[in-house]
């Protein structure tokens, strides 16, 4: 009976496996072969219009001594702190809210009225921002009419622009993700610091935001690998006097055809990715101790 038992555990370790090879198939095709191209021809060079595999560091070297590549990583990284932080910030009252404040017999609609701009297109959201902050657009009418400012002020085709389209889009994906986590939290932990004399801000100092913390750290960390690789919004609201580095490295392919460059940029984007992805890890590690 034993001998038959461990044949069936094998039997369906097996199938589990073979359940598993599409998915994996999948990710080696579309990501891994991929990756491994892009690594590789980041350290080639284009030498007359052609690619040639000569294994060297120039790409890297280049975009170091290139000041405008260097300043359009930071852009990147200052847009996608600002929109992480903002995002959170202003996703996290909308989710208590959402937990504690709406009856759950309403909670259903709140949250489909909440992911209501996730049904729009992507780009057409960024348009429709670059419409309202243009200089003809809705912000400077009301200005102009309130006697606020005498002249249309440049809202459109900067930082800030892609900053605001940033945050419209992911505050709703944030406040899913802390709603999702806030709703976990037992009433009785609340309850309890109720018991033991603890005021709500103090109850929702030391038991609330602690315990709901994981599900900003997962937001957020999505908020910021979604943003810094995006390539529409900067596009469309940044315009290309403060170029991020995804637009610096659709430069390198639709003009210059450098492709090894762009490899060496992408490869640079992702670290920085990785590196915040460690630190969000060891953060929720932490939590969990």
């Known amino acids: 009976m034993a ?9 369906g370790l097996r199938l589990t496996d073979w359940a598993a090879l599409p998915a994996l198939a999948w990710t ?9 191209v892009m690594l590789v021809y980041g350290f080639w060079q284009r030498v007359g219009g052609h ?33 992480t ?30 992911i209501l701009p996730f049904w729009t297109s992507y780009v057409i959201r960024s348009y429709a921002w670059l419409l ?21 002020l440049a809202l459109a085709n900067s930082l800030g622009a892609t900053v ?8 709703m994906l944030l406040t899913l993700t802390i709603f999702a986590n806030l709703v976990q939290i037992k009433p009785s932990y609340r309850k309890a610091a109720a018991d033991l004399g603890a005021s709500p801000p103090q109850a929702f100092l030391r038991v609330t935001l602690p315990l709901s913390l994981p599900g900003v750290a997962v937001g957020a960390f999505l908020t910021f690998v979604v943003a810094i690789g995006d390539y529409i919004t900067p596009q469309v609201l940044g315009g290309s006097k403060e170029l991020l580095l995804p637009q610096a490295i659709m430069l390198q392919v639709m003009r210059r ?33």
Do not use: C
């Open 164 to 171: 605001l389209g940033f945050v419209h889009f992911f505050t």
């Open 257 to 289: 055809a450098d492709l090894p460059m762009a490899s060496a940029m992408s490869v640079l984007l992702m670290a920085a990715v990785t590196v915040v992805f460690l630190i969000f890890a060891r953060k929720l590690r932490m939590e969990r101790v």
């Open 3 to 11: 001998l038959s038992a461990a044949r069936g555990r094998a039997g």
């Open 28 to 36: 080696g095709v579309f990501f891994a072969v991929p990756m491994a």
């Open 132 to 152: 309202v902050l243009s200089e003809n657009g809705v912000v400077n009418a009301v200005l102009l009419a309130l006697g606020i400012v005498d002249q249309p």
């Open 51 to 83: 690619v040639v595999p000569a294994w060297t560091l120039d790409n890297y070297a280049k975009f170091l001594a290139r000041d405008y590549l260097v300043q359009a990583l930071v852009n990147s990284l200052e847009v996608t702190a600002m929109t």
């Open 85 to 114: 932080v903002i995002s959170v910030v202003v996703a996290y009252p909308l989710a208590y809210i959402l937990a504690y404040r709406v009856p759950p017999r309403w909670q259903r609609l709140a949250l489909i009225l909440a």
